[in-house]
């Protein structure tokens, strides 16, 4: 949410500005997709946090539930725990459709923002051999391969895009009071 900067209600657009280079195309009201609900503020003070996550408030006519064709499908309603060596998938506006394998649970690690660094426990770290998550997919549904079930929220990652960085989807629908809309 804007590194904590985000009004309550800011227009929620698919495709984004950085998609679009900054241009909101205010006679397309197509792009706008929802407002924002809520979010949970990252702490740049060297508190610990847990997830980088925000929700839109939106409508089932502008939101499908499901990848495109070129992706997993559906996600399963039913949420697993991540361990090492779990096979793992995504769908991001990026790079598609990756997999890749849990290599770390319970992480600790600095990630750095405009705003300044935040300390984030208790992460997911997923590994693969080619770029798994670049920007512009952050945001993403972690979900294993095969089974589609819901392990993390993507949110960052290594400058080679190799290692990418998810909370826990647990601690995010719990933060929201929401469940997956999947099989």
Same mark, same amino acid.
């Given at each position: 949410?804007?590194?904590?900067?985000a009004?309550?209600?800011?227009?929620?657009?698919?495709?984004?500005?950085?998609?679009?280079?900054c241009?909101?195309?205010?006679?397309?009201?197509?792009?706008?997709?929802?407002?924002?609900?809520?979010?949970?503020?990252?702490?740049?003070?060297?508190g610990?946090?847990?997830?980088?996550?925000?929700i839109?408030?939106?409508?089932?006519?502008?939101?499908g539930? &499901?990848? #495109?064709?070129?992706?997993? @499908?559906?996600?399963? !309603?039913?949420? $697993?725990?991540?361990?090492i060596? =779990?096979? /793992?998938?995504?769908?991001?506006?990026?790079?598609?459709?990756?997999?890749?394998?849990?290599?770390?649970?319970?992480?600790?690690?600095?990630?750095?923002?405009?705003?300044?660094?935040?300390?984030?426990?208790?992460?997911?770290?997923?590994?693969? &051999?080619? #770029?798994?998550?670049?920007? @512009?997919?952050?945001? !993403?549904?972690? $979900?294993t391969?095969?089974?589609? =079930?819901? /392990?993390?929220?993507?949110?960052?990652?290594?400058?080679?895009?190799?290692?990418?960085?998810?909370?826990?989807?647990?601690?995010?629908?719990?933060?929201f009071?929401?469940?997956?809309?999947?099989?």
């Open positions: 949410a804007l590194e904590n900067e009004e309550s209600s800011s227009e929620i657009l698919q495709p984004g500005l950085y998609d679009t280079a241009i909101n195309n205010v006679n397309n009201v197509n792009n706008v997709i929802g407002t924002l609900f809520d979010f949970e503020p990252i702490d740049f003070s060297g610990t946090n847990t997830i980088d996550a925000a839109a408030l939106s409508s089932k006519d502008n939101l539930n &499901g990848t #495109p064709s070129n992706g997993y @499908g559906i996600p399963k !309603s039913t949420t $697993v725990a991540a361990y060596n =779990q096979k /793992v998938q995504k769908y991001g506006r990026t790079t598609s459709l990756t997999r890749g394998t849990v290599t770390g649970i319970n992480a600790t690690i600095r990630i750095t923002y405009g705003s300044g660094q935040a300390l984030f426990t208790g992460q997911i770290i997923v590994q693969s &051999g080619k #770029p798994f998550i670049k920007a @512009g997919d952050s945001g !993403s549904l972690l $979900v391969d095969p089974g589609r =079930q819901p /392990v993390g929220l993507l949110f960052a990652g290594d400058a080679s895009g190799k290692y990418a960085i998810a909370n826990r989807i647990d601690l995010v629908l719990d933060c009071g929401v469940t997956v809309d999947g099989d």
